[in-house]
């Protein structure tokens, strides 16, 4: 009779130490704008519900390895939003800066013959040099509220996949 008893314990100590996630890397208090599941790792861009910070965060549940936030700064200093229509689709970016690294966090539609083919991910440049192009597994795409909500700037081609 104990040992049903530890382990219903163990899974209460359990649930109550790790930290609780909505989606992606995003807090319970946090909507997601961007949520990027990658092979061994994921990147979201999540919104503060209460006050209105933006934070995104990669890596894994157990171990961020990359934090940028827009915490104490005024909004549009850190994250800019992007995009451009294209016949039959478009393309959006969310763009922000840290270290000489700039990382695109984007979503494309384009029209093809055999209907609409979409792709999300991450590029990402050191200096003007363009270093990596992550892919997404998952369904990922940029929110509707980051249109109204990410300060807007000027559309660049980043050469996403």
């Known amino acids: 009779m104990k040992k049903p008893f530890l382990g219903f314990l163990f899974a209460i100590i359990l649930a109550f130490s ?3 996630r909505a989606e992606g890397m995003c807090g319970e208090n946090e909507s997601v704008i961007f949520n990027c599941e990658l092979h061994s790792s994921t990147a979201s861009l999540c919104e503060a519900k209460d006050a209105k ?12 390895e990359l934090e940028i936030s827009d915490a104490g700064f005024k909004r549009g200093n850190i994250f800019h939003f992007s995009d451009v229509p294209y016949s039959g689709g478009g393309e959006a970016h969310i763009r922000f800066s840290r270290g000489g690294y700039t990382y ?3 979503d494309k539609t384009v029209k093809t013959e055999s209907g609409p083919q979409f792709s999300a991910g991450i590029v990402i440049y050191r200096g003007i ?3 990596g192009d992550r892919i997404c ?9 980051a249109y109204s909500e990410i ?3 000027e559309y660049r081609d980043i050469r996403s996949k």
Not at 53 to 64: A, F, H, N, W
């Open 129 to 131: 040099r363009r270093i």
């Open 18 to 20: 790790t930290t609780v």
């Open 104 to 106: 695109y966090l984007y």
């Open 53 to 64: 910070v933006l934070t995104y965060r990669y890596g894994k549940e157990e171990k961020i």
């Open 137 to 145: 597994v998952n369904d990922a795409s940029i929110r509707q509220s």
């Open 151 to 153: 300060e807007r700037e």
